[in-house]
Nanobody, 126 residues
């Protein structure tokens, strides 16, 4: 499974950006698909994930983005978007799309995901 992330860019504090992640190649049914972020010298950090479970799926968010970011998923395309609102300079970093075709107990652990896209840079600055 190949993942392609797009939508990063420069935005002013308080602004919004929408990241998109699409899949290609052999795409078995993806169970979890979502986003992580990683700054220079830092560990990769969980942002949000949408799981294929329940009616419409379940969304999970890091506390730091809850209420500001919204993840949405198109199961027919195995694609996921991340709507980011009220961005702050602390959100500046590289964002990565990740996917797992198996149900995970540790959805916030990067090592549990088998497919990753190239990062897309988000810069929040005035």
């Amino acid at each position: 499974v190949q993942l392609q992330a797009s939508g990063g860019g420069l935005v002013q504090p308080g602004g919004s950006l929408r990241l998109s992640c699409t899949t290609s190649g052999r795409t078995p049914s993806i169970y979890h698909i979502g986003w992580f972020r990683q700054g220079p010298g830092k560990e990769r950090e969980f942002v949000a994930v949408k799981s294929r479970s329940g009616s419409g799926g379940n969304a999970f968010y890091a506390d730091s983005v809850k209420g500001r970011f919204t993840i949405s998923r198109d199961n027919s395309k195995n694609a996921v978007d991340l709507e980011m609102n009220n961005l702050t300079p602390e959100d500046t970093t590289v964002y990565y799309c990740a996917a797992s075709s198996v149900a995970l107990s540790g959805i916030r652990v990067p090592a549990h995901y088998h497919s990753w896209g190239r990062g897309t840079l988000v810069t929040v600055s005035s």
